[in-house]
């Protein structure tokens, strides 16, 4: 006979019905206040002593109190900027606060933020790149949601702090970082997190081109290590939704059900998904027909049922420029904006001698154009070898596998080999000097010098002398040309010359990406530089750029324009060359969705697509049965 269940006094902490104890139970009759709630963890106890005591000195219940404390001060602070009112013992009014950010004073967070390697687009998306982090009403909200184990979908147009808002939600998983998964569309994109992947690389599957039954059986189930990665995950972020695929979107939830044997969307992991939907569309699969957007799959209104938007934005503060990104986002320009837009077409002369980022709309356009200004200049060509780190671990501290290790170097934002002369446009791809020289500043190279040499000529980039000392002694067995094996400081570096007559010394930086526990995975030690006269447009998204120009007659994809207008700061830098209304569109299924008035016509094949997927959704619901993935042996993590 099978051994009796044995009634326990169970502690939960961060259940469904928040945090507590309860007396005399079986396992069975508190399984549904556990199952699917957001960073949960519990503790069957012989006595109610014993469950208090483990409760008390439990990390998570120490956070969640201290959480609780910083909510109560941050919603008090929100109340008092939504309702001016008179503080009669200081007899200052409330409203003479800031009425679009509140301020949240955590100092570990902030250490932590700055600190972190950035690649290209991390500062893309932040209004300050100080040492504070500032929210706006609209982002606290979000916040608070997500700390109650909402499913949350929030948007928002280019620059209004969604990359901030991820990393403020990956804080409140600081106590139970395996539970947090952190995803996005590109590989790219997932280095700016710490512990990020692609959605593809952490579901397992692939390119994700068979059927979601075949991904189970052959890529999940004989997995332990993928099985187990989904089985713990109690949250899943994915930021860039725009570019998942609608099929991919349901495969994934269809396996997390299966693994987690809970029929609730995506097995009931609470999810957090961030996109733009008017810019770039989704990559289409190995599989036949264009790609459809992941709000059209089957299981999306299961999973959210309403859209926050995040409207304030950041990075442009000339407010007709603002109003004329918005037009071209829905791709209705007006007359009025065609005018300003057709008044862009003129020659942009800088006395410094920094051009422009031109945008294109391929990667294979933007590497020519740098190659052709490359081969102009005359100047001897010089190559800097990254330093490959030969070790890591990952997300189960276990040494890191050839494949991960492949997969990771070839997302980081320093390239393995870089090619540069005096005279090269290029961009920093990673902040040195917070708020003067930082990610996706523009300048030239004028000089090459070694460290020795700037420390000498006082353009080193640290002033402090003892940050200075352990920056230097930090260098000498990772700096080394692999060609001539010449010790570090015989190597000569780039002296770039950035606007405004600022100068920088750019010797070389770790790149890398850390797992969730923030241990190194994989890492490359190169020049913090990128060559600049040209990018793509896809690579352009999520960058803040100073100076831009774009050729509209190029364009072929819709939200490729608005993409490339929007990475601009001002109207007065920017050049836009043929521009056409014509050529300024929305997909018409965004529109809609997004509570925009559009031609019926224009969705019909949408309509009865979107119908089929979430009538296959909803048989998929109906036919699961927990008993007949019995056989799978899916074990519980």
């Given amino acids: 006979m099978g051994k009796a269940a044995k009634r326990q006094y169970f502690a939960v902490i961060n259940g469904?019905?928040?945090?507590?104890?309860?007396?005399?139970?079986?396992?069975?009759?508190?399984?549904?206040?556990?199952?699917?709630?957001?960073?949960?963890?519990?503790?069957?106890?012989?006595?109610?002593?014993?469950?208090?005591?483990?409760?008390?000195?439990?990390?998570?219940?120490?956070?969640?109190?201290?959480?609780?404390?910083?909510?109560?001060?941050e919603m008090q602070h929100l109340a008092s900027v939504a309702s001016p009112k008179v503080n009669v013992l200081a007899g200052i009014k409330a409203e003479s606060m800031s009425d679009n950010s509140v301020v949240m004073a955590d100092s570990t967070n902030v250490a932590r933020?700055?600190?972190?390697?950035?690649?290209?687009?991390?500062?893309?998306?932040?209004?300050?790149?100080?040492?504070?982090?500032?929210?706006?009403?609209?982002?606290?909200?979000?916040?608070?949601?997500?700390?109650?184990?909402?499913?949350?979908?929030?948007?928002?147009?280019?620059?209004?702090?969604?990359?901030?808002?991820?990393?403020?939600?990956?804080?409140?998983?600081?106590?139970?970082?395996?539970?947090?998964?952190?995803t996005t569309s590109t590989g790219a994109a997932s280095v700016a997190f710490k512990g990020g992947r692609t959605f593809h690389s952490w579901a397992g599957i692939g390119q994700g081109a068979k059927t979601a039954e075949l991904?189970?059986?052959?890529?999940?189930?004989?997995?332990?290590?993928?099985?187990?990665?989904?089985?713990?995950?109690?949250?899943?972020?994915i930021d860039?939704?725009?570019?998942?695929?609608?099929?991919?979107?349901?495969?994934?939830?269809?396996?997390?059900?299966?693994?987690?044997?809970?029929?609730?969307?995506?097995?009931?992991?609470?999810?957090?998904?961030?996109?733009?939907?008017?810019?770039?569309?989704?990559?289409?699969?190995?599989?036949?027909?264009?790609?459809?957007?992941?709000?059209?799959?089957?299981?999306?209104?299961?999973?959210?049922?309403?859209?926050?938007?995040?409207?304030?934005?950041?990075?442009?503060?000339?407010?007709?420029?603002?109003?004329?990104?918005?037009?071209?986002?829905?791709?209705?320009?007006?007359?009025?904006?065609?005018?300003?837009?057709?008044?862009?077409?003129?020659?942009?002369?800088?006395?410094?001698?920094?051009?422009?980022?031109?945008?294109?709309?391929?990667?294979?356009?933007?590497?020519?154009?740098?190659?052709?200004?490359?081969?102009?200049?005359?100047?001897p060509l010089i190559r800097f070898v990254g330093?490959?780190?030969?070790?890591?671990?990952?997300?189960?501290?276990?040494?890191?596998?050839?494949?991960?290790?492949?997969?990771?170097?070839?997302?980081?934002?320093?390239?393995?080999?870089?090619?540069?002369?005096?005279?090269?446009?290029?961009m920093l791809i990673r902040n040195m000097i917070q708020g003067k020289y930082v990610n996706g500043s523009v300048g030239v190279i004028e000089d090459f010098c070694t460290i020795d040499e700037a420390i000498g000529r006082r353009i080193f980039p640290f002033h402090d002398p003892k940050t200075l000392?352990?920056?230097?002694?930090?260098?000498?067995?990772?700096?080394?040309?692999?060609?001539?094996?010449?010790?570090?400081?015989?190597?000569?570096?780039?002296?770039?010359?950035?606007p405004r007559g600022r100068t920088l010394f750019c010797h070389p930086v770790l790149f890398h990406q850390e797992n969730r526990f923030g241990r190194l995975m994989a890492g490359r030690i190169q020049v913090p530089l990128i060559i600049a006269w040209a990018l793509s447009i896809h690579k352009s998204q999520g960058a803040t750029l100073e100076r831009v120009k774009v050729d509209l007659a190029r364009v072929f994809e819709r939200g490729q324009a608005y993409v490339a207008l929007s990475r601009a700061t001002s109207m007065e830098s920017l050049q836009v060359l043929n521009f056409n209304p014509l050529k300024v569109e929305a997909h018409p299924y965004v529109l809609r969705w997004m509570g925009h008035e559009v031609d019926p016509q224009a969705l019909e094949d949408e309509d009865w697509q979107r119908a089929r997927a979430l009538e296959n959704y909803r048989q998929s619901v109906t036919d699961y049965k927990e008993e007949d993935f019995h056989h799978y042996d899916i074990q519980v993590v």
């Fill in 240 to 379: 860039e939704i725009s570019m998942i695929d609608r099929e991919l979107f349901d495969k994934v939830e269809y396996i997390c059900r299966v693994v987690q044997q809970n029929n609730r969307p995506f097995g009931g992991i609470q999810l957090v998904v961030s996109g733009d939907f008017f810019q770039l569309p989704p990559v289409p699969g190995p599989q036949k027909g264009k790609a459809k957007f992941a709000f059209e799959a089957g299981s999306w209104p299961y999973c959210f049922n309403t859209i926050h938007r995040l409207t304030h934005v950041f990075r442009q503060s000339d407010e007709e420029f603002v109003h004329l990104l918005n037009e071209m986002k829905i791709g209705r320009v007006s007359a009025e904006t065609t005018t300003v837009l057709q008044n862009l077409d003129r020659r942009v002369d800088y006395p410094d001698g920094i051009g422009p980022v031109e945008l294109y709309p391929t990667k294979e356009q933007a590497s020519e154009a740098n190659q052709r200004q490359l081969d102009d200049i005359k100047h």
């Fill in 113 to 182: 933020n700055e600190v972190l390697p950035q690649p290209v687009e991390d500062n893309a998306d932040s209004e300050d790149s100080g040492s504070s982090v500032h929210l706006s009403p609209e982002q606290l909200d979000i916040l608070e949601r997500v700390r109650r184990g909402e499913n949350v979908f929030f948007t928002g147009s280019a620059g209004t702090g969604k990359s901030l808002l991820i990393r403020e939600i990956m804080n409140l998983w600081d106590h139970s970082p395996r539970q947090l998964a952190i």
């Fill in 387 to 426: 330093y490959e780190i030969p070790y890591g671990v990952d997300d189960n501290n276990c040494p890191i596998s050839d494949e991960l290790r492949a997969d990771i170097r070839k997302r980081l934002a320093a390239p393995q080999d870089l090619d540069v002369k005096e005279g090269a446009q290029v």
């Fill in 215 to 237: 991904l189970l059986e052959e890529d999940i189930l004989p997995f332990k290590t993928r099985r187990k990665r989904l089985r713990q995950t109690r949250c899943l972020i």
């Fill in 16 to 73: 469904h019905e928040g945090t507590k104890i309860y007396p005399d139970k079986l396992w069975s009759e508190i399984r549904h206040h556990v199952d699917g709630a957001s960073g949960v963890v519990f503790k069957g106890h012989p006595s109610h002593a014993a469950a208090e005591r483990w409760m008390d000195q439990h990390p998570a219940y120490i956070a969640s109190k201290l959480r609780d404390q910083r909510k109560t001060k």
């Fill in 469 to 498: 000392e352990s920056a230097i002694k930090a260098m000498p067995n990772i700096c080394r040309d692999p060609n001539t094996k010449s010790g570090w400081t015989d190597r000569r570096y780039p002296l770039v010359r950035f």
